[in-house]
Each structure stands twice: as structure tokens, then as C-alpha cells.
């Protein structure tokens, strides 16, 4: 017992793949080395792009404390109660932000692009030009259009452009300013323009791009790229820009301003106590140049030189308390101050002064640094989020629960204070009692002295204090700093590996769709095997083609010996036990197409036929296109057609052909209503005649796909035969077929394979590649269709 295969793929599968290969090769070789040259053509017209990175390292937990020079440690993390952290993920949208960016780019002036317009190529540069523009105004409709620009002259540059549909050229001279409708601009020229160099200059193709800054500031967003390496402070920032050096000179550029911003806030601190103190400093010293008048004057007015020891002792003591009454209404006025900073809710950048001054209130410089912290942070995430993103509302509860903690906290501490100071109103009304037994002048000076004395000292304390805010700005330094400068780090794009892989890719795949179109919709049938794969209804037989052939004869006659001769011997055994029980065969012989070869069939199978001593008889029953009488070299006037009109007899028509056993009735004049003469009563007629005294009637006939006379005369047939050529047929060919069969009920129909080249031949290759045959190159052509002869070639 013979075990089953269970490879996979069969032999027969090989072959299939193997022969849809050799077909359709060409079409990968084609489109592959298409779309080879459509890619590197599309790559060498893309500009180069370069990449240009930086590193910036932020010290996120670095602070400073101007209030750390009064005796306390310098190194402290407190500002005044006000601490300044930097969140890295807050940082990327301060980098990337559209103010950042736009003070960059106002910085190096790039509102600008200069281009040098060559023959294939138009490039940008970004230095050594011999002329710089400098955009006063312009008129929106000319952003971002190209505008030509060349030099005349030493002094003198023309100037191109359009503005919708009109073009203007406009000359103007170099470093003066060009005041037009359209723009103001002035054109500064280099030192590159001189007298050696002006012809070549001249010969030079430039354009001029002006931007609009949004449309700039957006485009260096779009290119502009920060990381944050995982567990680190550094930020990496990368830009892509088809000019190296420009890249590398914005991100010093960017890095510069962003370093600048990071000290900015810590400055404008600074810079508000300085303001506040100087303030309170002005106030006291009119206070006291009021005392010191009126000291003097009471002085002069009632000639006191001094006051008793008695006296100054009363008057320190009620200065100390007056100095303590003034410091908790000073804290007072500072929690007053914050309060109202809390409730109103303003800008983090707007910091109490009165904050600074009390400096004893450890939870209340920590909960205000803590809260200014957390508005600096939710300032951030804004720019980066909307209002409704959860983690702000998280951040905007934590901060209302420290406002509301804070809020209950300074009221707590202004009803401490106000006790204090009832409790020093007590103090100072025991020493005003005793002060006023002395004499009346001398406690009225003493009066003076003691305000004059209090503002003294606030003018001194206040005088410290600012003196520690000047010496802390030096302490100001920035935050982050450049660890790695920027450099450019080569081309990132194009990719012209990937273009082309891409290019070559897609050609590929459409190679592949349009071979799986052509093998679904269009493969060709070329040998029987295919044909067997692509239908059970029965396969006749197949002619051999030949090339060599000069001109279409009856080719089982002219060449007996060859291998298409032994093509048709074959069909003709098949035939005689095809349909065996008929004692008389109709063979009706058709084809889908014109140009398949049924007509050479036809001629060839009823001469095989006779030379086997059977009577044949061949009808030219293809009416419209008559081709028989071509092949034979024959002409008549009366036929088929004359026959069906009742002009002339059956017998009368017949004409003998150069085969013997072999007569032919041609078709006659060709009538201009050939399908209607078909349903003639005469057609049966001619049948039943032809049947009565031939062994076989072989009956050619038009294309089905074209004229449906061929269908018609099958009810009459024997035998139908169905001609494929191998250079037409396909699988719409054998459905055709299928749907005629299946429609008109036809019985005995087969298939002739025509057309079979050698190398797909199986009964070529059994026989005659084993010496058993007459010569593997031996034979004649066939298959031309209706035309014979070059002719015949032409049209079949």
C-alpha cells in the first residue's frame, strides 16, 4: 500500500509557484528598480536636517536667604519664609514655551531666512552673506513668500516679489532705509561686498523669506525637543534645523534666556524688599526730622539744657515699652498685610514685604514659604494643563487648606498680640503717671526724646535690613547651569536608507498585488494540467506550438510526421471514444476568442479524420468571418449561405478539398444577417443530409463571446469542442465555458488546449525527448486564428 504524502507543499504546488515566478519576474524587476530611482530622485531633493543638542543640569533644591546674614546660618533653605524649587516635569514646559522661545529668537533676529537659489537646488544659508535685512513693518500678504533678491552694485540691490497676482521690482540702495506701501526695511551691507567681489556676486541668485513670529516662534517649537533622563536633574534639549550652526547658536541662545529666567523671579523678590524698606526708610526720616524740629525748637523756646537722672531713667523705660508697642503693631500691620495677601488671592510674584519683618514667627514664615511654593508650582502646571486636570485640583485644595490654616493662624496671633500690647499700654501708663511729677517742660522734652528715640531705632533696624538684601543679591546665582554646550550631532534626517527601503518596499507589494491580480483575474492557461485544475468537464487534447512556421497549411497533411501531426492523431483517437454510441458524429468547433486557433483546428481535425479512410465533411458555418476557404485556397459562389435561402441544394455546394475523404461546403457570399440565416429550417436540414452520407461533420463556427450562433447550433452537434489558446486563455475563458454548458444543458463538450509551447507539453516531453518522436524542433505553426499566412498573424 502506497503511503500518503504529508509534505506540506507538493510538487505540483512547487511547479505552480515556479511557473507564476517565470511569468511575472519582470513585474518585481520592473517596479523594484522603479521605485529604486523614484526614491533616491525624491531623497536628493529633500533638504538635510541636523540635530544640535545641549544639556542643562538644574539644582532643583538650591535657595537662599538674604535674612541669614543677621547672625544666622548662611547656607539656610529660607527666604524670608519663602522657599524657590524648580520641578523638573514644570521645567520641560518653561523650556518649551511659547515666551522662551519667541526671546530667543528676538535675540538672534531670525525673523529673516536667506536662500541661494542654484540650478537643481534651492539651499538656505545662515552666515556669510554679503547683505543682512533689517524689517521695520511689512505687509502680512508677503510673510513666509519667497522674495528674489540680487546685487546691482556696490550701492545699489534689486528686489523681487509678489503680491497676489501682480510682481514688483523694486531697486533700492544699501544701507538706506526703503520706505514703500508694502514694507520699511533697510538693507545693511557686509564687508564681502566690494569691488573684487561684485561680479561674482552679481552672477548670485538669492530670496529672502520674512516671517511672521508666530509662524517662526511655532516652527522652532515643532523641532524643538526636551527630555528628562529618568532619576536625573539634567535636561536634554534637542532641535532639529537644516542649518548646523544656527541649531547649535539658538540653543545656546535658548539656554542663556532660560538660565536668565531661573534668576529672574529670585531677583524680582529681592528687588520688592529693597523697594518696601526704602519705602519705610523715607517715612521714618521725615518722622524724625519733624522730632529733631521740634525738640530744637521746644529746646530754644524754653532754654532746657538736660534732664535729671531721675528723669532719663523714666524715659528709657517708657521707651522700651513704647519700642515693644510699636513691634507687636508692626507684626500686626505684617499679619494684616498677609491676610489680605491670602484673601485677595494674588499673583505669586506679588510678595508681602511685611513678611520680612517678622522674622520671630517660625510656623508663619514656614506655612507662607509653603504656600508660596505651592502657587509657584500650580503657575506651572497651568501653562502645561488645563484648569480642569486633576492633579491642579488636587493642588488648589492643598492650597485653600493651607490659606484656611493660615488665615486661622493670624487670627489666632493678632488676638495674642493685641493682648500684648494692652498689657505694655498698662506698662507705659504706670511711667507716664510717674513722668508726670516732674516738672512740666521736662516732660514734654522727655516726650520728644522718647519719639525721637523710638524712630532712631527703627530707622537703624531698617537701615540693617536693607543693607542684607543689597549684600544677598550677590548671593543670587542661577539654579541650573550648561554641563554640556551645544554641538551638532549630524544629519537625523532624511533617512534615505529607509526612503528607499520604503520606496522599494511599496513597489514590491504593488508587484505582488498586480501578479496575484494577474494570476486570480488574467493567468494564462499554457499546459493541461493547468486546464485540469480549472475544470472537470473533459479535455480532448492539445496542439503543439511551433514559430518556425512560414504560412498556415493543412499541417497533417503537409507535414505527417511532425509533432503537432501527432497532436491532432491524438485527438482524434479521443474523439472516437468520445460520445462512441453515435454512429455518425457532429463535431461543432468553437472558441471563446477570435485569433484562438478554432478554424485550424477545425480543418486539421476533419483531415486527420479522413486520412484514417473516414468520409468527413467540413461546413463553414462561421458566416460573418469565413476562414476556411482561406486555408484551403478555394472559392465558390454558392454555399452555406445560399443553401439556408433556399437557392441551392446541399449536394450541390460540396467541393472537394486537396485531402482526400475530405469535402468542404463553404460558406458562399458573406450575408449581411448572418445569425438571423442560422435559425433557417434548412439548418437541420443541412444536418440531417451531411449525417446521412459522411462518417463526420465538422462544423466551424464564430466565438461565443462575440455571437451566440455557436450556442444555437449545438442542440444539432455531436460532439462540442472548445478551442483555448494558450495566449489567451484564462479563467474567465473556462467559466464561460462552464456557464454555456450549464445553461444550455450541452452534452459531450471538451476542451482543445491550442497553442501548448513544448517545454509544457507532458506528452511532448514522454515522447519525443526520448527519441521516440521525429525531432524536437520539427514542425509547423498553428493557432493564428482566422487569417493564415503573415496575414494571418496579424489577425489571429
Not at 500691620?333 to 520671630?360: H, Q, R, T
Not at 498698662?426 to 508726670?436: D, E, F, M
Request: net charge neutral; charged share 25%; glycine share 6%.
Amino acid at each position: 500500500m502506497q503511503k500518503e504524502s504529508t509534505s506540506i507543499i507538493s510538487f505540483d504546488d512547487l511547479k505552480t509557484l515556479l511557473r507564476i515566478a517565470s511569468r511575472n519576474w519582470w513585474i518585481i524587476a520592473v517596479l523594484g528598480g522603479f521605485s529604486y530611482l523614484i526614491a533616491f530622485l525624491y531623497a536628493y531633493k529633500l533638504t538635510d536636517v541636523y540635530a544640535a543638542q545641549t544639556q542643562i543640569l538644574l539644582k532643583s533644591n538650591d535657595q537662599y536667604n538674604p535674612g541669614s546674614l543677621i547672625g544666622e546660618n548662611f547656607t539656610s533653605n529660607q527666604y524670608g519664609g519663602y522657599q524657590f524649587y524648580i520641578d523638573n516635569s514644570n521645567e520641560k514646559r518653561v523650556i518649551q514655551s511659547y515666551d522662551m522661545v519667541e526671546r530667543a529668537l528676538e535675540r538672534m533676529s531670525l525673523d529673516v531666512s536667506y536662500f541661494i537659489v542654484g540650478r537643481l537646488r534651492t539651499t538656505e544659508v545662515f552666515e556669510g552673506l554679503p547683505f543682512r535685512f533689517r524689517v521695520k513693518y511689512m505687509n502680512s500678504e508677503l510673510y513666509e513668500q519667497q522674495m528674489d533678491f540680487r546685487v546691482l552694485s556696490i550701492n545699489e540691490y534689486e528686489l523681487k516679489y509678489k503680491k497676489g497676482e501682480a510682481e514688483f521690482t523694486k531697486k533700492f540702495k544699501f544701507g538706506q532705509e526703503a520706505l514703500d506701501n508694502d514694507f520699511k526695511i533697510m538693507v545693511e551691507k557686509m564687508n564681502l561686498v566690494n569691488e573684487k567681489t561684485l561680479p561674482s556676486l552679481q552672477q548670485v541668485d538669492y530670496q529672502v523669506l520674512v516671517h511672521n513670529r508666530s509662524y517662526l516662534v511655532y516652527q522652532f517649537l515643532g523641532s524643538l525637543n526636551v527630555e528628562n533622563p529618568q532619576l536625573t536633574n539634567i535636561m536634554q534639549i534637542t532641535l532639529e534645523d537644516p542649518i548646523p550652526k544656527r541649531a547649535v547658536a539658538f540653543l545656546d541662545t535658548l539656554a542663556a534666556v532660560y538660565i536668565e529666567n531661573t534668576v529672574k523671579a529670585r531677583m524680582d523678590i529681592n528687588e520688592k524688599t529693597l523697594y518696601y524698606i526704602d519705602k519705610q526708610m523715607e517715612e521714618v526720616t521725615d518722622v524724625l526730622n519733624d522730632i529733631q524740629d521740634t525738640m530744637q525748637s521746644y529746646k530754644e523756646e524754653k532754654a532746657i539744657l538736660d534732664l535729671s537722672k531721675e528723669q532719663e531713667d523714666y524715659f528709657n523705660k517708657l521707651s522700651d515699652f513704647d519700642k515693644s508697642k510699636t513691634s507687636f503693631i508692626l507684626q500686626i500691620g505684617a499679619m494684616d498685610a498677609l491676610e489680605k495677601y491670602i484673601i485677595e488671592g494674588k499673583d505669586p510674584a506679588f510678595l508681602p514685604p511685611a513678611v520680612y519683618i517678622n522674622s520671630n514667627d517660625e510656623f508663619l514664615k514656614r506655612s507662607t514659604s509653603e504656600l508660596y511654593s505651592m502657587q509657584l508650582e500650580l503657575n506651572g502646571a497651568l501653562v502645561r494643563a488645563t484648569k480642569e486636570n486633576f492633579s491642579i485640583e488636587e493642588l488648589r485644595q492643598k492650597i485653600e487648606k493651607l490659606k484656611s490654616n493660615l488665615l486661622t493662624y493670624i487670627s489666632n496671633s493678632r488676638i495674642a498680640m493685641n493682648s500684648r500690647i494692652r498689657d505694655v499700654e498698662q506698662q507705659i501708663a504706670v511711667y507716664i503717671a510717674s513722668i508726670r511729677t516732674i516738672p512740666k517742660k521736662q516732660r514734654e522734652l522727655v516726650n520728644i526724646q522718647r519719639k525721637l528715640s523710638v524712630n532712631e531705632n527703627m530707622y537703624v533696624f531698617l537701615l540693617q535690613r536693607r543693607a542684607n538684601t543689597i549684600i544677598a543679591r550677590a548671593g543670587i546665582i542661577p539654579l541650573t547651569k550648561v554641563i554640556e554646550a551645544a554641538r551638532s550631532i549630524g544629519i537625523v534626517k532624511p533617512n534615505r536608507k529607509s526612503i528607499t527601503y520604503s520606496f522599494v518596499g511599496v513597489g514590491l507589494l504593488i508587484g505582488l498585488l498586480i501578479i496575484v491580480v494577474r494570476v486570480t483575474m488574467f493567468d494564462r492557461i499554457e499546459s493541461l494540467e493547468e486546464l485540469k485544475a480549472k475544470t472537470q468537464l473533459p479535455i480532448i487534447g492539445e496542439v503543439l506550438f511551433s514559430k518556425d512556421i512560414k504560412e498556415l497549411l493543412v499541417t497533417v497533411e503537409a507535414d505527417p510526421k511532425s509533432p503537432i501531426t501527432e497532436s491532432f492523431r491524438t485527438i482524434r483517437t479521443n474523439l472516437q471514444y468520445f460520445a462512441a454510441d453515435n454512429s455518425s458524429k457532429v463535431i461543432l468547433v468553437t472558441s471563446n476568442n477570435p485569433g484562438e486557433g478554432k478554424t485550424f483546428c477545425s480543418i486539421n481535425i476533419g483531415a486527420i479524420l479522413a486520412k484514417a479512410g473516414k468520409k468527413v465533411l467540413l461546413l463553414e458555418l462561421d458566416l460573418h468571418k469565413p476562414k476556411i476557404q482561406i486555408g484551403f485556397n478555394m472559392k465558390s459562389e454558392v454555399g452555406l449561405s445560399t443553401i439556408f435561402i433556399g437557392k441551392t441544394k446541399p449536394e450541390d455546394a460540396i467541393l472537394k478539398s486537396p485531402v482526400e475523404n475530405l469535402d468542404v461546403i463553404l460558406s458562399g457570399p458573406i450575408p449581411p444577417n448572418a445569425s438571423e440565416l442560422i435559425l433557417s429550417k434548412h439548418l437541420p436540414e443541412m444536418f440531417e443530409f451531411a449525417k446521412e452520407r459522411y462518417d463526420y461533420v465538422i462544423v466551424d463556427t464564430p466565438p461565443v463571446a462575440l455571437i451566440s450562433d455557436a450556442i444555437y447550433m449545438m442542440r444539432y452537434a455531436d460532439i462540442s469542442l472548445f478551442v483555448l489558446n494558450t495566449k489567451f486563455a484564462n479563467k474567465h475563458s473556462v467559466n464561460n465555458a462552464h456557464e454555456i454548458v450549464n445553461g444550455n444543458n450541452i452534452k459531450n463538450f471538451g476542451f482543445v488546449l491550442n497553442g501548448v509551447k513544448k517545454k509544457r507539453s507532458r506528452y511532448y516531453y514522454n515522447r519525443y525527448s526520448y527519441g521516440y518522436g521525429y525531432g524536437a524542433g520539427y514542425g509547423y505553426g498553428y493557432g493564428y486564428g482566422y487569417g493564415y499566412g503573415n496575414e494571418g498573424r496579424k489577425k489571429g
